[in-house]
């Protein structure tokens, strides 16, 4: 069986971290580091407006001289982000990932969010499955695989 994305959201958690589109990018930024995440997602009125990363404050605030304190997250958000729903496999993610360049996946079923995925969270899913293998095939070799 091909695991998918809600395996993910079972394990790690639904948490989801969002700000208004009026919010500055500055208060974004506060919630973003206390939280230790790389992105918020920007909800307007309960749905998915768009989402601030990292990589957007570097590219249009601090290469353009713009100030965060000034400067509402609507203004420099990603408009329409690349998502996925729980029934989504993590193979899938992974090149949606890769195809468009994202680090962070909004999770929607119908158009409600029930979670977000990182590259962090599918790569840790991935090397967890691996190690499992690799105990599994170290059991069977020396015989201690249960039988």
């Given at each position: 069986?091909?695991?998918?994305?809600?395996?993910?959201?079972?394990?790690?958690?639904?948490?989801?971290?969002s700000?208004?589109?009026?919010?500055?990018?500055?208060?974004?930024?506060?919630?973003?580091?206390?939280?230790?995440?790389?992105?918020?997602?920007?909800?307007?009125?309960?749905?998915?407006?768009?989402?601030?990363?990292?990589?957007?404050?570097?590219?249009?605030i601090?290469?353009?001289?713009?100030?965060?304190k000034?400067?509402?997250?609507?203004?420099?958000?990603?408009?329409?982000?690349?998502?996925?729903?729980?029934?989504?496999?993590?193979?899938?993610c992974?090149?949606?990932m890769?195809?468009?360049?994202?680090?962070?996946?909004?999770?929607?079923?119908?158009?409600?969010?029930?979670?977000?995925?990182?590259?962090?969270?599918?790569?840790?899913?991935?090397?967890?499955?691996?190690?499992?293998?690799?105990?599994?095939?170290?059991?069977?070799?020396?015989?201690?695989?249960?039988?």
């Open positions: 069986m091909t695991e998918n994305i809600a395996s993910i959201l079972k394990t790690k958690g639904s948490a989801i971290w700000v208004a589109p009026d919010t500055t990018v500055y208060d974004a930024l506060v919630l973003m580091a206390g939280r230790s995440i790389g992105c918020v997602l920007v909800l307007s009125d309960g749905r998915l407006a768009g989402i601030l990363s990292e990589r957007d404050y570097a590219r249009k601090v290469l353009v001289g713009k100030s965060s000034d400067t509402p997250v609507h203004e420099i958000m990603t408009r329409s982000p690349v998502t996925v729903t729980p029934e989504h496999t993590i193979d899938e992974m090149v949606i890769t195809q468009t360049r994202v680090r962070h996946l909004p999770v929607l079923e119908e158009d409600t969010v029930v979670g977000v995925v990182s590259l962090g969270d599918l790569v840790k899913w991935i090397i967890s499955g691996q190690a499992q293998t690799i105990q599994d095939l170290e059991g069977y070799i020396t015989g201690r695989y249960p039988r």
